[in-house]
């Protein structure tokens, strides 16, 4: 099934979670917003190509990464103390330098280096588990790990520590049910799909 797809079911999933728990209409759009991440979020093991597709496009990272590098550096020389200055300005530093070698083929792996690094100067834990994923991701093959049994769960304490921190109710169920959309949908019982999921990785790799 392709991105587009996935998108729709996850925003579909957002949009009945917001009306099981009678959202506000904000809440209702933050929700249905949040399920089509979730929804798209297990195909961020695409590899090569398509993986640039998803993503934004390789010159829209690079400037991500410098912008996000030099705010840090800014940030750091001004509100940062002692120890934590110099460690933010490194960071800083190597995320500017880092963003100049950017190639198509790191671009995710990069990405998540940099919502970690994100995670952890805002002592974010759901954002830092988020990094963990984004460059895991990058790494698994296709329809792997992230489609796996193992993938929800990873992405249920991301979605339950999310929850915490914006202290709104209905968030990890969107975020879980956005998630598990996506695997339903690549699943191998359906006739548009050629391969299935691999869902009890690493104990069995049967395909269903
Ligand atoms: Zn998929």
Redesign the pocket.
């Known amino acids: 099934?392709n991105g587009t797809a996935?998108t729709a079911i996850g925003a579909a999933t957002g949009f009945i979670v917001a009306n099981t728990f009678h959202s506000s209409p904000t809440e209702t759009i933050i929700f249905v917003g949040l399920g089509a991440v979730s929804g798209l979020m297990?195909?961020l093991d695409i590899d090569g190509k398509l993986r640039g597709k998803i993503t934004l496009s390789h010159k829209v990272i690079r400037w991500a990464a410098l912008l996000i590098g030099v705010l840090m550096v800014f940030y750091s020389f001004y509100e940062g103390r002692a120890a934590d200055k110099w460690l933010g300005i490194g960071i800083g530093l190597a995320i500017i330098v880092v963003s100049s070698f950017i190639k198509q083929k790191h671009m995710l792996t990069i990405t998540g280096i940099g919502v970690l690094a994100g995670g952890i100067s805002l002592s974010e834990v759901w954002l830092i588990l988020l990094g963990v994923y984004i460059v895991i991701a990058s790494f698994a093959s296709?329809?792997s790990y992230?489609?796996s049994i193992l993938g929800v769960i990873f992405f249920g304490i991301i979605a339950w520590k999310l929850e915490g921190s914006l202290g709104m109710d209905g968030v990890f169920y969107t975020c879980l049910g956005g998630y598990i959309s996506?695997?339903l949908?690549?699943l191998k019982i359906l006739p548009f799909n050629k391969r299935g999921?691999k869902l009890f990785l690493p104990v069995s790799k049967i395909e269903l």
Do not use: V
Request: glycine residues 0%.
């Open positions: 099934m996935h297990p195909d296709h329809r992230t489609h996506h695997l949908a690549d999921i």
